[in-house]
């Protein structure tokens, strides 16, 4: 398996997933309130495994910029139907199909990036962690919500502001 292969799973599976349901509303809304909590007008957002951008959608109008990637063409492509059907005050917000590996070859520096039920999806959960660390600015928060499933797998909250 690939990152192209996963790329063509979420594909296949982009339109499906933009129909269903939040499993637990309850804790996805805890957890954007938990989000805006932590969030300033200044700030700086990349947000990695946007899906189709409803949790973009909702916090973007919060801060000065917001890149929501997913490494799913599809998913972005729906992520932007939304966004364009949105009555949204969500000016800096721009998605993008990309991976974090590829997006910390650029020299932009991040003041917040997001990671919500994203690190399990990751094949190398210790270089992608790198990758975050080196994307963000020196005071930087790194915000990330995510099962454990996989033995030794990194979970919970990173600090660092």
Known sequence: MTVDNDAHFWDRTAEKYSKSKVGDQAGYEQT????RGLLKESDRVLELG??????ALLLAPLVRRY???DLAPEMINIAQQKKSGADSTAAGLE???TTAD???TEATKYSV???FNYLHLVRDTTATLRSIHG????????ISKTPCIRAGAVCGLLHRR
């Not at 946007?50 to 949790?55: E, M, R």
């Not at 994307?135 to 928060?141: E, S």
């Open 102 to 104: 590829s997006l910390a």
């Open 32 to 35: 954007l309130e938990k989000t």
């Open 95 to 97: 998605f993008r199909a």
């Open 135 to 142: 994307m963000l600015d020196g005071d930087g928060l790194f």
């Open 50 to 55: 946007c899906g189709t951008g409803s949790t």
């Open 67 to 69: 890149l929501a990637t």
């Open 113 to 115: 990036i997001l990671g």
